[in-house]
């Protein structure tokens, strides 16, 4: 057996030629990017479209620095730092075959909890001109219902006492561009690249927030000198389990504490708006825009909805992973029929967008039997989820007296989800921020079914509308007694 070679940078020139590596210089690398959630997403995405422009076009200013803000960031923290930033991606083709390249654009990591003061003044730099986040669609703390910024939020009461020891993003943000304005340093981007619509918008509205309790001397400098550009983000990249990191080292001889695994399909549609320059992202694929809607909500109502409905009826029927739901015939029927008869309406002119090949190539993506996306990955933190991927369609149609038997249908299989064991009798763990609300709904809803559309921050007020709350307890009423294919077979002929 061939020796394996440790991912550190020193030990690049020994990699087999099977796997690509850098061939830039990265100790002249410049650091002009901080990023906020280094996770599997921000490595197959952002990191891997500055990693191409450093490697095709020798573009040396666009070095990313990533920070852990969360104790969970210890362990990617001690692994990049052990790697020297370096990770290896690994692409699974549709046809089986896989190609994998070592990542080199993540130069910097800070970790958070260690060194709060070094995270400020790291964004406070004036070389510093994008923060980039993924944080989750949780991350940002707004209320579904109100739409305010949740300063009831038990760390966020922390950072307004502590504001040099913050603990939250808005925390960070705040004190880092209060020391840009005192030292006359020039404004920034924040860039979400986060699955929510509008999330540029939704970024701005929740630092805003924030800063006015906080600090409102700062808000018209950050008005003046900070922009927020929307952003849709796509690539399929699932949790890195055990077999991924075999992988790598029975086939590129490298000992990878971590890999990254994607899909080959990649897209990031930005708005051209960025106070102090950005990289030529275009150069590798990205596309800036004047209007990123049309695209964002194709994607959020099609892509991620599409998504938690192979997560909820796969999870009730006992599958593991996205792909096993969406080989199976009967949930692969219902999720064409609520992308063209539900979804589809919903989403006005798209231009030059052929939206039957795009659905067409989604189907594809979910059934790709190399990715394994899990459906627990998929099914956790719905609450944050749904009201972003599902229910926009919902409340659209509902507008248009359209179609919502299907979607009403996944919201119901959410909730009986929540009862915590699918249909062969194996338990799961209810993995939400709001897990403990979601789970006394759930069981309160076996007598009261209206009972689980009361979770103002998740429906607001939905409860009102009595076409929706007739359909979800229709629904759920048929999830009771009956095996999830049984209601998707019988709800299909229903409206067919």
């Known amino acids: 057996m061939k020796p394996t070679i440790a991912l550190k940078q020193e030990n690049l020139g020994l990699l087999p030629p099977n796997i690509k590596v850098p061939s830039y210089d990265r100790d002249k690398v410049r650091t002009s990017i901080v990023h906020i959630g280094v996770g599997n997403f921000h490595r197959?995405?952002?990191a891997y479209f500055t990693n191409e422009l450093m490697e095709r076009y020798g573009v040396m200013d666009c070095g990313i620095c990533g920070v852990g803000l969360l104790d969970y960031d210890r362990r990617i923290y001690n692994i990049l730092k052990d790697q020297d930033g370096l990770y290896t991606l690994m692409v699974k083709e549709l046809d089986g075959s896989v190609s994998a390249r070592v990542i080199g654009s993540l130069v910097e990591f800070l970790f958070a909890p260690e060194n709060p003061i070094a995270v400020i003044e790291k964004m406070a730099s004036p070389d510093i001109r994008i923060i980039s986040l993924t944080i989750t669609e949780g991350g940002y703390n707004l209320n579904e219902a109100t739409g305010q910024f949740d300063f009831s939020n038990p760390v966020?009461?922390?950072?307004?006492?502590?504001?040099?020891?913050?603990?939250?993003?808005?925390?960070?943000?705040?004190?880092?561009?209060?020391?840009?304005?005192?030292?006359?340093?020039?404004?920034?981007?924040?860039?979400?690249?986060?699955?929510?619509?509008?999330?540029?918008?939704?970024?701005?509205?929740?630092?805003?927030?924030?800063?006015?309790?906080?600090?409102?001397?700062?808000?018209?400098?950050?008005?003046?000198n900070v922009s927020f550009p929307n952003a849709m983000v796509d690539r399929i990249t699932p949790v890195t389990v055990a077999a991924d990191i075999q992988k790598?080292?029975?086939?590129?001889?490298?000992?990878?504490?971590?890999?990254?695994?994607?899909?080959?399909?990649?897209?990031?549609?930005?708005?051209?708006?960025?106070?102090?320059?950005?990289?030529?992202?275009?150069?590798?694929?990205?596309?800036?825009?004047?209007?990123?809607?049309?695209?964002?909500?194709?994607?959020?109502?099609?892509?991620?909805?599409?998504?938690?409905?192979?997560?909820?009826?796969?999870?009730?029927h006992?599958?593991?992973?996205?792909?096993?739901?969406?080989?199976?015939?009967?949930?692969?029927?219902?999720?064409?029929?609520?992308?063209?008869?539900e979804v589809s309406p919903t989403l006005g002119n798209l231009g030059g967008i052929d939206l039957d090949s795009y659905k067409k190539s989604l189907i594809a993506r979910f059934q790709n039997i190399y990715m394994k996306d899990l459906i627990s990955r998929i099914c956790l933190e719905s609450s944050a989820k749904i009201p972003i991927f599902l229910l926009p369609t919902i409340k659209a149609q509902l507008q248009g007296d359209g179609h919502i038997e299907r979607a009403a249908f996944v919201v119901a299989a959410w909730c009986k989800y929540n009862d915590g064991v699918d249909e062969k009798g194996k338990s799961y763990v209810i993995k939400?921020?709001?897990?403990?609300?979601?789970?006394?709904?759930?069981?309160?809803?076996?007598?009261?079914?209206?009972?689980?559309?009361?979770?103002?921050?998740?429906?607001?007020?939905?409860?009102?509308?009595?076409?929706?709350?007739?359909a979800f307890i229709k629904s759920l009423e048929m999830l009771r007694s009956k095996s999830v294919k049984e209601c998707v077979v019988e709800l299909e002929k229903k409206l067919a």
């Open 318 to 341: 006992g599958y593991d992973t996205i792909d096993e739901a969406a080989r199976d015939a009967d949930f692969n029927a219902f999720l064409r029929s609520f992308m063209d008869v």
């Open 156 to 224: 966020v009461v922390e950072d307004m006492k502590n504001p040099l020891s913050p603990k939250t993003v808005f925390g960070y943000l705040a004190q880092a561009l209060k020391l840009r304005m005192q030292r006359d340093v020039s404004g920034c981007t924040i860039q979400s690249c986060d699955n929510i619509q509008g999330n540029g918008d939704v970024a701005k509205k929740a630092l805003l927030n924030y800063v006015k309790a906080a600090e409102p001397e700062l808000l018209p400098w950050i008005e003046k």
């Open 432 to 470: 939400d921020a709001m897990s403990d609300e979601l789970i006394r709904a759930a069981a309160q809803s076996h007598q009261n079914p209206k009972r689980f559309l009361e979770i103002e921050p998740v429906f607001g007020d939905m409860i009102k509308n009595q076409a929706f709350v007739a």
């Open 44 to 46: 197959s995405h952002e």
């Open 248 to 316: 790598v080292t029975d086939q590129f001889l490298v000992e990878d504490q971590w890999p990254v695994v994607c899909e080959p399909f990649i897209q990031w549609v930005i708005e051209d708006d960025f106070v102090a320059g950005r990289p030529e992202w275009e150069k590798v694929g990205a596309q800036f825009v004047k209007d990123v809607v049309p695209y964002e909500n194709m994607k959020l109502r099609l892509l991620n909805a599409g998504h938690s409905v192979l997560g909820m009826l796969g999870a009730l």
